[in-house]
């Protein structure tokens, strides 16, 4: 097909749904577009300015964030207020999953740093979906059980090394 007339006739409306955008999550990649579907109409879009906090470390978690544009700051603080970065994540990254399942404290605190777009899934939307949807659920959840114990993993084995080079020292 000629060029100049191929790009009449592609659609190229998708790419900028936000069905698209959770598609290219690495704990979403494998849903269809069904799945997708489904999740689209669970989540929760947000502005955010710089500086504005999205959660406390404390807070009781309630869902899990995704970024579609701008970048947010994990941090923890002591007793003293003295802060230590603990991650700076960008569009496409994801934080606070564990929170979906277990009605915890937030071990540590996010902020925007810039102007943010946020997609928040939370606990109680999961939990009313999966009544109503129990198949799309599941593969929703194997996603992101399949991502945390990616991270559990890499964890793991960076504790492993870490045990063995303080290990050496030790001797």
């Known amino acids: 097909m000629n060029p100049l007339w191929q790009n009449i006739f592609r659609s190229r409306g998708y790419e900028n749904t936000l069905a698209y955008f959770l598609s290219t ?86 902020k925007a740093t810039e102007s943010t777009v946020l997609v928040g899934l939370f606990r109680s939307d999961v939990e009313e979906a999966i009544r109503r949807h129990p198949l799309e659920m599941a593969k929703i959840m194997f996603g992101l059980n399949r991502v945390i114990s990616d991270r559990l993993l890499q964890c793991s084995l960076q504790l492993d090394k870490l045990m063995k080079l303080y290990g050496t020292e030790q001797q």
């Open 25 to 110: 999550v690495p704990a979403f990649s494998k849903l269809d577009k069904r799945d997708l579907a489904v999740l689209e109409h669970l989540v929760h879009v947000r502005n955010y300015t710089a500086d504005e906090v999205v959660f406390s470390e404390g807070d009781i978690g309630s869902g899990m964030y995704i970024i579609r544009s701008g970048q947010v700051r994990i941090y923890t603080q002591d007793d003293l207020e003295q802060t230590t970065d603990k991650a700076v994540l960008e569009t496409g990254d994801f934080f606070g999953e564990t929170a979906l399942t277990a009605s915890r404290p937030r071990c540590a605190s996010a």
